[in-house]
Each structure stands twice: as structure tokens, then as C-alpha cells.
């Protein structure tokens, strides 16, 4: 949960749609939260009752019992969340206000043809509603040629850019790199 905030961010910057990203960050988070004692709630509540300590259930042995369970559902989660985001795109080729304007448009059609016109006034708002419609058509094909114009800009200088976030935010030191992989 706290590290939602850092994924949405690392995810404008890598121009991937966050959606995708956090529901498999939640799955994830919630299985290693149930694998430990500590993880959640609940399993703190088990690990502390008196009875089963006596029995000889501590930390490493509720891990135990929890290990195959874990490892099943881990199992499942990758080739599930593979078969959910199999057609989804995950990355955003277009930014996120070209996007939205996008879904407002749709939303706009969607409410202009649930109209049916068996009076005036609702002929009138079917009117205004597809004007409104045409508008923003009219808006987005100058945001999408502002936008392409840019694309083709930046493909021309996308070496030069990979290069200098190597040199700027490049590993300095790999033994801690190491080691927080290994943790």
C-alpha cells in the first residue's frame, strides 16, 4: 500500500497504465502479506494465541504450513494475470489527456444514443449532445497531430535519451544492488 504512490509515479514516467500494474502489485502484496505471521492481521491474531503456541506453532512454522498454500496460489496468480492482460495493452502510447478526452467522447456518444427523439426537446438535446460530440472530435484530432508531431520528434532523439538516463541514473554501486535483490 505504501508502495502505490511510487508505483503510479514510476508508471507516468515509464508511460505504462498504472491499472494494470497496481491490480497485480494489490494480488501480490496480499499473498505475501498472508504468507508471514506478520503479514496481515489475521495471522497475527493466529500466531499469538496461547493454545497454539503451546502446540509449537511460532513464526517459522505458521511460514511452514503456509508455504504450499503460497506457493499454489503463486502458481495460479502469473499465468492468471498473464491470460488477463493478454490483449491489454500496458503500455500508453498516447498521454493521459488525449485519453481521457477520448473516454469523454465515448461517453458523450453513448449518452447522445440512448436518446430516442419522440419529442422536440429531446430531438434538441440529441442535437446539442452530438454537437458537444463533434467538438471534442474536433479537439482531440488537434491534440493528436500536436502530439504525432512531438512522437516524431522524440523517436529521432530516443538514443540520446536512453544514453543520458544511463549516465544520470545509472548503478553506482552494485554490491548493494546485490544485496537488495537478494533481500
Known amino acids: 500500500v505504501v ?62 504450513h503456509m508455504f504450499l498454500g503460497i506457493s499454489l496460489v503463486l502458481l495460479v496468480s502469473f499465468p492468471f494475470l498473464r491470460i488477463l492482460y493478454w490483449n491489454k495493452k500496458l503500455y500508453n502510447h498516447e498521454p493521459s489527456d488525449i485519453v481521457e478526452l477520448k473516454h469523454e467522447i465515448h461517453v458523450w456518444k453513448l449518452t447522445a444514443q ?9 430531438t434538441a438535446v440529441k442535437c446539442l449532445l452530438m454537437q458537444k460530440v463533434l467538438t471534442l472530435e474536433s479537439l482531440l484530432r488537434k491534440k493528436l497531430r500536436t502530439f504525432q508531431r512531438q512522437i516524431s520528434q522524440e523517436d529521432k532523439n530516443w538514443e540520446t535519451n536512453i544514453q543520458e538516463l544511463q549516465k544520470r541514473h545509472g548503478i553506482t554501486d552494485k554490491i548493494l544492488l546485490i544485496k537488495c535483490l537478494s533481500v
Do not use: M, W, Y
Not at 23 to 48: H, K, R
Not at 114 to 122: D, K, L, T, V, Y
Open 3 to 64: 508502495s502505490f504512490p511510487f508505483s503510479i509515479r514510476l508508471c507516468e514516467v515509464l508511460n505504462l497504465d498504472p491499472r494494470h500494474v497496481l491490480i497485480a502489485e494489490v494480488i501480490f502484496t496480499n499473498i505475501g502479506g498472508a504468507a508471514t505471521a506478520v503479514g496481515d492481521p489475521p495471522n497475527v491474531i493466529i500466531v499469538s494465541n496461547q493454545e497454539l503456541r503451546k502446540v509449537g506453532l511460532d513464526f517459522a512454522g505458521f511460514t511452514g
Open 114 to 122: 440512448r436518446i430516442n427523439p419522440a419529442s422536440r426537446e429531446e
